[in-house]
Antibody, heavy 120, light 107 residues
Framework: QVQLQESGPGLVKPSDTLSLTCAVSGVSINNNNWWAWIRQPPGKGLEWIGY???????YYSPSLKSRVTMSLDTSKNKFSLKMNSVTAVDTAVYYC?????????????WGQGILVSVSS | DIQMTQSPSSLSASVGDRVTITCRAGQNIGNNLNWYQQKPGKVPNLLIYDSDTLQKGVPSRFSGSGSGIDFTLTISSLEADDSASYYCQQSFDLPLTFGGGTKVAIK
């Protein structure tokens, strides 16, 4: 059974770096899937942040590209998100998500989500 | 970016009603359109992918249709458990984008 679980601080100070990790079980991150991050501000809709593939390819939303880095740790079957220079508008629930396949970019398995608040 | 526009933004319907939600893409996206259900405080759940393919385990009262620019999610007979927000998402081109959501309430 595929499971994803986010971890990281729930509170980040403005201008600091947000760092989250997603632990994956039930499937290898070396599979032919994209491993994505999606966020949802409180009471608002869903926003794709970007995704990464075990082969090393990464794609980020143009609106966040300058502040985002994603990486994989295949030995631990985990992947990570770093977002620097955060502000209050980055307050959101952050989900780590798996796509159906490299070609089928729908999101079939989601983590439970982690609320990250940006506040001093 | 491909803009995804959902309508209506909210609706209220009775149990047993047929409910239709539409999603319009800003350009031709073929059949690369997916639908998600999100109940309050819960994680989004994939309902339909590639416009009309029902995800495993999703009740058959949900169906999707459309291609190109206009797409539809239909609930054939609304149940109380269907009270949720519904989002469309295009997987045709990067950045992947979502519609603004449709909130379905039960009368």
């Amino acid at each position: 059974q595929v499971q994803l679980q986010e971890s990281g601080p729930g509170l980040v100070k403005p201008s600091d770096t947000l760092s989250l990790t997603c632990a994956v079980s039930g499937v290898s991150i070396n599979n032919n899937n994209w491993w994505a991050w999606i966020r949802q501000p409180p009471g608002k809709g869903l926003e794709w942040i970007g995704y990464i593939y075990y082969g090393g390819a990464t794609y980020y939303s143009p609106s966040l590209k300058s502040r985002v880095t994603m990486s994989l740790d295949t030995s631990k079957n985990k992947f990570s998100l770093k977002m620097n220079s955060v502000t209050a508008v980055d307050t959101a629930v952050y989900y780590c998500v798996k796509t159906g396949s490299l070609l089928s970019r729908y999101f079939d398995f989601w983590g439970q989500g982690i609320l990250v608040s940006v506040s001093s | 970016d491909i803009q995804m526009t959902q309508s209506p933004s909210s609706l209220s319907a009775s149990v047993g009603d047929r409910v239709t939600i539409t999603c319009r893409a800003g350009q031709n996206i073929g059949n690369n359109l997916n639908w998600y259900q999100q109940k309050p405080g819960k994680v989004p759940n994939l309902l339909i992918y590639d416009s009309d393919t029902l995800q495993k385990g999703v009740p058959s009262r949900f169906s999707g249709s459309g291609s190109g620019i206009d797409f539809t999610l239909t609930i054939s007979s609304l149940e109380a458990d269907d009270s949720a927000s519904y989002y469309c998402q295009q997987s045709f081109d990067l950045p992947l984008t979502f519609g603004g959501g449709t909130k379905v309430a039960i009368k």
